[in-house]
């Protein structure tokens, strides 16, 4: 049974950073792709980046780079989001999941295997 653990969001001034961790079980991160997703208030839900960990590749949209950074602990089996310089249209619920034997080719479609829950970011400006 997979599932995902999305943690680390809060409320936070514009400006800040906030660390998201996506801790996943029953299904190694090294065999699989992880997305971070976030979906602001009446918005649909968007792709904003994700990693490889076996190939060592992550990819990110436009908007979020230079300030967003994708990584991974293998012994942990858990993905982390970096989110610098915080700005108030950061604010939405971020959402990890899993693109199980694929390389990130399907995330920005959003075609993943497992979903776990959100977590509120909310940024104060």
């Known amino acids: 049974d997979v599932q995902l653990q999305a943690s680390g969001g809060g409320l936070v001034q514009a400006g800040g950073s906030l660390r998201l961790s996506c801790a996943v079980s029953g299904f190694s991160i090294d065999d699989a792709a992880i997305g971070w997703f976030r979906q602001a208030p009446g918005k649909g839900r968007e792709g904003v980046s994700c990693i490889s960990p076996s190939a060592g590749s992550t990819d990110y949209i436009d908007s979020v780079k230079g300030r967003f950074s994708i990584s991974s602990d293998k012994s942990k089996n858990t993905v982390f989001l970096q989110i610098n310089n915080l700005k108030p249209e950061d604010t939405a619920v971020y959402y990890c999941?899993?693109?199980?034997?694929?390389?990130?080719?399907?995330?920005?479609?959003?075609?993943?295997?497992?979903w776990g829950e959100g977590t509120q970011v909310t940024v104060s400006s």
């Open positions: 999941a899993v693109e199980t034997y694929s390389d990130c080719s399907r995330y920005r479609s959003m075609r993943m295997d497992y």
